[in-house]
């Protein structure tokens, strides 16, 4: 569905005024503002093909309808996003449930709707009607090595998908491990999963990335193969350069410091990207910014200092994507909510003064080095990141504008209300 641009451009109109009093008096404070709109303008966050339905749990899904019945359709509903927020340009597909069956259609679908394809996802933490052996004990880490080597091929497959459309990295996310003790040798399984990695490493194009992303808990419930960033960093670090860490916010244990995590893997230039979300308990995959806000800012203002620190381009060398579920949400309203606060923080984060900052570290004066990171994280930049969107030809207020032109609706006529997306 695409939404008429006189109306983007009349929206924006009666919000000008407005816009205008609030960005004037922020700009006020800022030194170099346009370099500012700059880097929040190049910042694109890719959006998972997974997440454009209504999630689940074990105790019930409740569809809200119009969901997208195919891949075409999860480009255009990403396409919409990224007319309205101009900072949503990618995709990130996850194999089987997104397979390209004509893959230059689909890339120039996407390209009509300005999007690349971010980091492919491969899956072998489900079983596939046609497959002949089963990951219920595993996949890299499985005792029998036909599994394993059926594990390794899918993800081959998964970066030729990858390849046809345009994408340069790889996230395995391995569901492995075990729910008793006793269960699992863990140094085999971490040597079968490692030697499992090497071969696909191995069958990696020169260009690409592999994304190793650990998870503490879930689906196994007494240990996980790649359950931490140590252990994912050990893998990483013997498999080469290509290989990084990924880190799902939600996949800590509580209380985990994020920022210390992020900082130390950033300066081991072994940080590949992150998959955005939040949580109270366990990989909630809620709202980005809806919980802890504030853990969000640290996050980025480590990725900030660290990136500057070894002068890369904030834009690019990282994989900024998001990877949530909404189980009570209009999913496109959560996308929207979510791209937001990513922005609004990013913002923040680029208005810490690292200078006084650095100062007061070296004097241990610990309070000035609070004041001065919430002086940023108490700083309202909405009319930075809205200025932003309006010189990348977006709107001013994209969640006002899905709702007044009842995109949800148009969707439900268009597609009916008992569809239901692939995903999770
Ligand atoms: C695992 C995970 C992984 C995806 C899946 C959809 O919890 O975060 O990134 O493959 O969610
Ligand atoms: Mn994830």
Redesign the pocket.
């Known amino acids: 569905m695409q939404i008429e641009k006189y109306k983007l451009e009349e929206h924006n109109h009666s919000l000008q005024k407005e816009h205008q009093r609030k960005f004037d008096f922020i700009a006020a404070d800022i030194k170099d503002v346009n370099g500012l709109l700059q880097k929040l303008i190049d910042f694109q966050v890719a959006i998972?093909s997974?997440a454009l339905g209504t999630g689940g749990t074990r105790f019930g899904r409740f569809p809200g309808g119009g969901e997208p019945r195919n891949l075409e359709e999860k480009i255009e509903d990403i396409g919409l996003l990224h007319a309205l927020n101009r900072s949503s340009g990618a995709i990130s597909l996850?194999i089987p449930w997104d397979i390209p069956e004509n893959a230059s259609h689909i890339k120039a679908l996407a390209a009509q709707n300005g999007l690349k394809f971010d980091a492919m996802?491969s899956?072998t933490?489900q079983d596939q009607p046609d497959q002949e052996l089963s990951y219920k004990y595993g996949s890299m880490q499985h005792v029998d090595k036909a599994v394993r080597k059926q594990a390794v091929d899918h993800n081959i497959e998964v970066v030729k998908y990858g390849l046809e459309l345009g994408s340069e990295s790889l996230?395995v996310?391995l569901?492995d491990g075990s729910c008793f003790p006793g269960q699992l040798n863990f140094r085999k399984a971490f040597q079968n999963t490692l030697e499992s990695l090497q071969e696909v490493y191995a069958a990696l194009p020169d260009h690409w990335k592999m994304f190793v992303?650990y998870?503490a808990f879930?689906p196994n419930f007494y240990s996980t193969t790649v359950g931490d960033w140590g252990q994912s960093l050990l893998y990483t670090s013997k498999l080469g350069k290509k290989a990084y860490t990924l880190v799902?916010l939600?996949?800590h244990l509580p209380n985990a410091n994020i920022e210390q995590i992020v900082a130390l893997l950033l300066m081991e230039g072994k940080l590949g990207g992150f998959?955005f979300n939040d949580s109270k308990y366990g990989?909630d995959d809620l709202t980005v910014g809806s919980i802890k806000p504030y853990q969000l800012f640290l996050i980025f203002n480590e990725l900030v200092e660290g990136m500057d620190a070894k002068d890369m381009n904030h834009a690019t060398d990282l994989g900024w994507m998001i990877?949530a579920s909404h189980n009570v949400k209009d999913p496109l309203e959560d996308l929207l909510q979510s791209v937001e606060a990513i922005m609004i923080t990013y913002a923040q984060a680029l208005l810490v003064d690292r200078k006084r900052l650095a100062e007061a570290q070296n004097n241990n004066d610990v309070v000035t080095a609070q004041e001065i990171l919430q002086q940023a994280f108490r700083t309202d930049v909405r009319a930075l990141v809205a200025e932003a969107r309006l010189r990348s030809g977006g709107v001013l207020n994209p969640l006002s504008v899905y709702r007044s032109e009842k995109v949800r609706e148009s969707l439900i006529k268009q597609r009916g209300s008992k569809t239901v997306a692939t995903g999770?």
Request: proline fraction near 5%; avoid cysteine; charged fraction near 30%.
């Open positions: 998972p997974w996850h996802n899956n933490f996230t996310w569901s992303e998870k879930e799902d939600g996949h998959h990989d990877d999770l």
